[in-house]
């Protein structure tokens, strides 16, 4: 339980300071991938659906799959 508090801390953390979002990488600016790869690993650490993360987690989501094309051949 005590390493699952400490690795929330630190995914929270991790956010960056701009924009509140979460990178694939440390130095890059967030991503549709990080914030899902975040939202899965926060929940399975057991943070609850209304927990602020999570929701500031989904609303990034959505803010990013309206500026992303979806891929078309």
Not at 12 to 24: F, Q, V
Not at 34 to 47: D, K, M, P, Q, S
């Amino acid at each position: 339980e005590s390493q699952q508090l400490e690795v929330i801390h630190h995914l929270l953390n991790y956010a960056h300071a701009e924009d509140g979002g979460w990178s694939i990488y440390i130095e890059g600016v967030f991503t549709g991938l990080g914030i899902a790869l975040i939202y899965t690993c926060l929940r399975t650490l057991g943070l609850g659906p209304d927990h602020t993360a999570i929701v500031k987690t989904q609303t990034l989501h959505t803010c990013t799959r309206q500026y992303t094309k979806p891929f078309t051949a």
